[in-house]
């Protein structure tokens, strides 16, 4: 398997330059009066479908940038959410 | 000491206390000079008609990071506008990493200047092993170690790519189609040139000393059989 | 046998001898031979014996795909004699033989049939269970293709690797696919064309048929000028493709000779579009003994004869189903080869203009005929052909029968690529249904046969590859002659739709008068016969796919090539179902088998070495991977490490641990940062002191531990295990990126090496080579100093205590720390100073009582439960402190695993880290690190363990449960508080 993904920094580059970082689930959330469910639910919860998704990548091996990007897991190529 | 450019260096001692590169080739030093407390190689034996690899470790390196980075002039150095744009200016490198960083390396003669002490700066020319590789079948050496695209036409020269090198994430300068510098983590550098004297030996990369290097940027040097 | 005369097709210098051993025997091939070429000239009709039968195999076909053709070269075995160039000094031996591949004595397997069906392996020996092992060795000793000889000089340093940057890469070098990358370079536009020949061309590289005032090798020859001329144009020849991954990514290997530094060199290249122009393979005609030597496809019989000059025979029959099988028929009859006969399993179709030759030549033409049986014992002695119902049949002696039920596309690649097919009942080949977005297909994989047809379809999808990607990269990609590209396009596709297409094929799949089938094969690589597939279908695995797998139909060496559709036309026959319902098998890389050891490359292991590498290994050091590094892990050979341990309790040590994390972080924002990823309150920190702390991650596990230390207004230093290095800013960056914070990070891991002295000595130690004041008053335990060393280098130095005893680590320059290192050598030599490795180190830690994460930590347990819960700033709800909030859900969960210390009972041994604490049968736990301590007189240790296993009262055992080689073991031990040595602290305080 190999797919490529699109660096802000540094451009297209092999996927294996990257560590995935999860899809983007919104802002940690407060943690006064957060209750063990609602906290579970945000760090281990994924929707998974294949279809595209909003996800968070690292470019570890290049820029050392976090970035999200929209991408299709059945596909593997980067594609905009449809609309 | 609040500026780590101060670890290392000598606080006001005499004579410079010995430095010792990460890299060290197996070619016979031919010609050598102490600088600094390093002891530069200008030559080596053997060194072949190119392509050469040639290690400028001792060479001055700082990180300069601030959010606001193209306000700034770094060592007098205008900051290249765009993620892997590369400016050389009065014997040094800068090279813009991301939206906030760059990083200047020394490549000229004479000595490097001093870290100017301010919080944007970091010396990290020990955080880094340096190298060049010089001579026309550049190109030829770097497809055998990398899959990054480092010779793109259209893409205007010097240019900086930030990615793996044998499998070692590496700062890739190209500077001409006949010569790149690439910068690893120091820990990394014995067993980086090690791997591209390896993965190479079909073309016959020699080990050089600093003289070629500086040669070639003075663009007086033989640039290497075609 | 002598040589054809050369002519401006051939590849070889019939001049220029190479000599060369088979099987012991010497014989001569000449310059620019394969070895199959040679082998064929100088008479040898059997290469080896089949895999499962034995039977006698040869060369079928020259691309050296199936396992017929595989030899031994030089003791390396399993080399493609079709595509292994032949040089002088060679020894090439057959496989799979017991003596020579003439009189195999295994040959009388081949009688065996009826006892090995479809799925023979599968099914039998079984039963009982315990016969498996004998019956396995039985048969591995049989089956099998060729010996490893693993004395053999395995030469590393001629493997390479190539990674190549394209916009287009073309695969394929003949007419179709040099046209294509023609019209796709152009300035600023990379291609990269692969060819598996060793020349470009393709099958127009041998045909001397005139079209249009030229010969077909000469427009090929013209084209492959062109190519090798071009300046945007990379054309690597000998290098077969193995397969078109996501994104068009291409890889493949390549074939070099003495010359090119490289034996075979694995090569990828990343591609934005991809033109496949793989051309056509021959489907093998299915009829008896169609595997006997001197059966052989047409192309090859073709390609011995116009590229090498060999006779591929003294009397040839043909029964084949292409025209251009045809147009060998009269070639080779023009060469002087006799041809007896040309069979055609056409009834109608075929291309009148080859008739009439095939009759000015007196060569008899029977349509509606094929072979129907292959006779000869060894070698083919002749044939009998018949009509397809099998009513007339006629025999006729001959020494080459050359056989095909047609053509088909080589899909292989476009298969890989992800492409879909659909069965066409006018080709009778299963036809490119759909592509993937940046693949386009040129020349006769796509069905045609017409010569400027092929060459026209090439041009095309060189310009819609060159469109595509304009149209996809807008003003970035050279446009600069755009519009007339646009018109030359549309000229072109017009023009294609005037030019012929893809005529009718041949649908025949086997012979007449087959009977059971069980000398016809189907794959010859395992010796999947017609009759194994009727017993696929049989037992119910009726479709390809399933066929595939249980009859072993096309997974051996030749994957696709030589089954390739037939497989799906034999299950559709037998089963009676339409064709156009099935699905052909998927072909699956590698497409073309390269060596293991090209796909492993050029052998060097990267790993990082600390600043004290060699000073280390000059002391002694023996090294051992850790993470990314090669560390010091002992100093002698004794690996419990006695003497390194007493001398750190008793003297004074030196220990590199430079892989140690080291950090700047700076900005306004930084303490927020440090604020979120610590599990303290980062903004109790003090000037001149270390803050431990540690990080978690959001199920409340500890990940990382280490020191800050303020450095200035918003700038901070802190360490890391050595593990988290790689990770930290990663780690910083992923937990604050919808802050918006604006701090700054810094990795100094590699700029700053670490020496840990640590010893009651180690004051007495640095004070000799620094004038800074070191008392204990002026430089408490947990402080932090920026102190001098020797001739003024800068160190920072932390007074810590992981091994137990007063201690300061020292991080200094990388490039000073040699020299520092020496400094304390010789400053130390009169205390005597030791180097200790990282064994000693984390024995001494334990005796401590101190935690590795790692080690005593593992996913289940939570900070808090390794006892280190006195860390966390529990009332800071604010800086949403990563695990925090995990902590607080899981505080006060029961039964949960804790980190306890334990004694070992009197007389109980030393069990091992990692062994299992039990209660009867109930596993509650493990040993995390268990050692013999010296200084203590016993052995101590750390388990996590179930808390009910701690009970109530002060004293309470364990049962330590250890399996070593199938002796059972237990182990009783007290569990005591971790704190093993110096509970007090008062040796790290001193």
């Not at chain 3, 097709?9 to 199959?36: H, K, L, M, Y």
């Not at chain 3, 002695?381 to 047609?406: H, K, M, P, Q, Y």
């Not at chain 3, 341990?645 to 303490?671: C, H, M, Q, T, W």
């Amino acid at each position: 398997m190999t797919f490529r993904l699109t660096c802000p920094v540094c451009g297209a580059r092999d996927v294996y330059e990257f560590r995935y970082g999860g899809p983007e689930r919104g802002m940690r959330p407060a943690q006064e009066d957060l209750s063990p469910e609602e906290h579970f639910r945000w760090t281990q919860f994924r929707t998974t479908r294949p279809a595209p998704q909003e996800e968070w990548w690292y470019h570890a091996a290049g820029c050392g940038v976090w970035f999200s990007t929209w991408r299709n897991p059945a596909t593997n190529r980067e594609e905009g959410p449809a609309t | 000491m609040k500026n780590v450019s101060e670890v290392g260096a000598p606080v006001g001692g005499k004579a410079r206390p010995p430095r010792r590169s990460p890299i060290q080739f197996q070619s016979v030093v031919a010609e050598s000079e102490h600088r600094g407390g390093w002891e530069v190689a200008h030559r080596l034996e053997d060194e072949g008609d190119g392509p050469w690899l040639i290690d400028l470790s001792h060479r001055a390196r700082w990180d300069y990071q601030d959010t606001a980075i193209g306000d700034h002039r770094p060592l007098g150095l205008s900051v290249p506008p765009n993620p892997g744009d590369v400016v050389i200016d009065g014997g040094l490198v800068i090279s813009r990493m991301n939206r906030t960083q760059v990083s200047i390396g020394h490549i000229g003669a004479g000595d490097p200047p001093k870290t100017p002490n301010e919080v944007a700066y970091t010396d990290t020319t020990d955080s880094h092993a340096w190298v060049a590789v010089l001579g026309a079948p550049t190109p030829d050496v770097l497809e055998a170690i990398s899959n990054l695209d480092l010779f793109a036409p259209g893409r205007q020269k010097p240019h900086l790519t930030q990615g793996p090198v044998l499998h070692v994430s590496c700062q890739v300068i190209t500077l001409a189609a006949d010569g790149v510098l690439m910068a690893m983590a120091r820990g990394y550098g014995q067993s980086f040139v090690d791997g591209v004297l390896h993965s190479t030996r079909a073309l016959d990369v020699r080990p050089a000393g600093e003289r070629r290097f500086n040669d070639w940027t003075a663009g007086t040097g033989n640039r290497g059989s075609t | 046998m002598r040589r054809l005369a050369p002519s401006p097709t051939t590849r070889v210098e019939v001049d220029r001898p190479v000599p060369f051993r088979w099987v012991g025997r010497s014989i001569e091939g000449c310059q620019g031979d394969t070895v199959a070429s040679a082998l064929w000239n100088a008479g040898v009709r059997t290469f080896g014996r089949s895999f499962e039968y034995h039977r006698p195999r040869g060369l079928f076909d020259l691309e050296g795909e199936g396992a017929s053709q595989l030899v031994a070269i030089d003791g390396l075995p399993n080399q493609s004699a079709g595509t292994t160039a032949l040089r002088a000094g060679m020894s090439v031996s057959a496989q799979n033989v017991s003596g020579d591949p003439r009189s195999d004595l295994y040959g009388v397997l081949d009688r065996f049939d009826r006892w090995m069906p479809a799925g023979f392996y599968y099914r039998r020996f079984h039963r009982p269970y315990r016969a498996w092992p004998f019956f396995q060795n039985r048969m591995r000793a049989l089956a099998g293709l060729g010996v490893l000889d693993t004395s053999s000089p395995h030469d590393d340093a001629r493997r390479s690797e190539l990674y190549l940057n394209a916009d287009v890469a073309v695969v394929g070098g003949g007419v179709s696919g040099m046209a294509a990358a023609l019209a796709a370079a152009r300035p600023g536009v990379r291609v990269c064309l692969f060819e598996r020949r060793p020349w470009l061309g393709g099958h127009m590289d041998w045909r001397v048929r005139e079209t249009r005032g030229e010969r077909l090798y000469e427009r090929a020859h013209g084209l492959a000028e062109e190519v090798a001329a071009h300046p945007h144009i990379r054309a690597l020849t000998a290098a077969p493709v193995t397969g078109i991954w996501g994104e068009n990514l291409v890889t493949g290997f390549q074939n070099g000779s003495d010359a090119d530094g490289f034996d075979e060199r694995h090569w990828e290249c990343r591609a934005r579009a991809v033109i496949v122009a793989t051309g056509t393979i021959e489907r093998p005609l299915v009829f008896n003994h169609n595997d006997r030597p001197g059966v052989m496809v047409s192309d090859t019989a073709w390609r011995l004869a116009r590229s090498y000059a060999v006779r591929p025979g003294m009397r040839a029959v043909f029964s084949v189903g292409d025209d251009l099988a045809l147009e060998a028929a009269v070639d080779l009859a023009s060469l002087g080869i006799d041809v007896a006969a040309v069979a055609d399993a056409r009834a109608d179709g075929a291309d009148p203009e080859l008739v009439a030759a095939l009759e000015r030549a007196g060569i008899e033409f029977l349509p509606g005929y094929a072979a129907s049986a292959a006779l000869g014992k060894h070698a083919v002695a002749g044939v009998t052909i018949a009509t397809l119902d099998g009513s007339d049949e006629r025999r006729f002696a001959c020494d080459l029968l050359v056989a095909n039920a047609g053509r088909q596309p080589d899909i292989g690649a476009l298969s890989s690529a992800g492409a879909r097919f659909r069965h066409s009942p006018h080709t009778h080949t299963f036809e490119i249904e759909s592509l993937p977005a940046d693949v386009f297909a040129a020349g006769r994989v796509t069905g045609l046969v017409d010569a400027e047809a092929i060459e026209t379809s090439g041009r095309r999808a060189g310009l819609e590859a060159f469109v595509h990607l304009a149209g996809g990269l807008g003003a970035a990609f050279p446009s600069t002659d755009e519009p007339s590209v646009y018109a030359e396009l549309t000229k072109i596709r017009a023009y294609s739709s005037e030019l012929p297409g893809p005529p009718a094929g041949c649908g025949i799949l086997h012979g007449p008068n087959l009977g059971s089938g069980r000398k016809a094969f189907l794959d010859f690589d395992e010796d999947g016969t017609w009759k194994n597939a009727v017993q696929c279908a049989e037992q119910g695995f009726d479709v390809p796919e399933l066929a595939k797998r249980f009859g072993n139909f096309g997974l051996g060496p030749g994957q696709y090539r030589v089954p390739g559709q037939n497989v799906a036309m034999a299950m559709a026959q037998i089963t009676g179902t339409a064709i156009e319902e099935i699905r052909c098998t998927t072909v699956r890389p590698p497409l073309i088998a390269p060596k293991l050891a090209t796909v492993a490359g050029p052998n060097h292991d990267s790993y990082k070495r600390t600043p004290l590498h060699d000073d280390q290994a000059s002391r002694g050091g023996v090294f051992r991977r850790a993470g990314a590094w090669q560390r010091a892990r002992y100093f002698s050979d004794d690996h419990t490490c006695r003497a390194e341990i007493r001398n750190v309790r008793e003297n004074v040590g030196l220990l590199d641990s430079s892989p140690l994390g080291k950090f700047r972080i700076y900005g306004p924002d930084a303490i927020h940062a440090l604020q979120r990823v610590y599990i303290s309150d980062m903004t109790k920190m003090k000037p001149g002191r270390c803050k431990y702390s540690a990080m978690c991650n959001d199920t409340g596990n500890i990940i990382d531990d280490g020191v800050v230390v303020p450095m200035g207004r918003d700038d901070y230093y802190f360490t890391t295990s050595s593990n988290r290095a790689a990770s930290t800013v990663e780690w910083f960056r992923y937990h604050t990126r919808y802050d918006g914070w604006n701090y700054n990070l810094v990795n100094l891991t590699d700029t700053l090496a670490s020496i840990n002295l640590a010893g009651p000595r180690a004051r007495d130690v640095l004070r000799k080579v620094t004038d800074a004041d070191l008392s204990n008053q002026a430089f408490p335990y947990i402080g932090y100093r920026e102190i001098a060393v020797g001739d003024g280098i800068a160190a920072r130095c932390m007074r810590l205590g992981f091994v137990g005893e007063l201690s300061y680590e020292l991080h200094v320059g990388a490039s000073h720390a040699p020299h520092v290192w020496d400094l304390l050598w010789s400053a130390g030599e009169e205390f005597g100073i030791q180097p200790f490795g990282l064994e000693a180190q984390n024995a001494l830690r334990a005796e401590k009582g101190h935690v590795i994460i790692g080690a005593e930590s593992e996913q289940r347990v939570t900070l808090l439960d390794i006892g280190m819960g006195w860390l966390w700033s529990r009332e800071d709800t604010a800086s949403k402190k990563v695990g925090a909030p995990a902590l607080r859900a899981c505080q006060d969960q029961p039964n949960r695993m804790k980190l306890v210390g334990f004694r070992v009972d009197e007389g109980g041994g030393s069990p091992q880290d990692g062994a299992i604490v039990v209660d009867g049968d109930d596993i509650l736990g493990f040993v995390c690190t268990t050692r013999y301590s010296e200084a203590l007189g016993w052995q101590f240790g750390m388990a996590l363990v179930k808390e009910r296993a701690i009970g109530d009262g002060d004293v309470a055992g364990l049962e330590i449960y250890e399996n070593l080689g199938g002796r059972p073991r237990r182990t009783r031990a007290t569990i005591v508080p971790p704190h093993f040595y110096d509970p007090d602290g008062t040796r790290l305080r001193s």
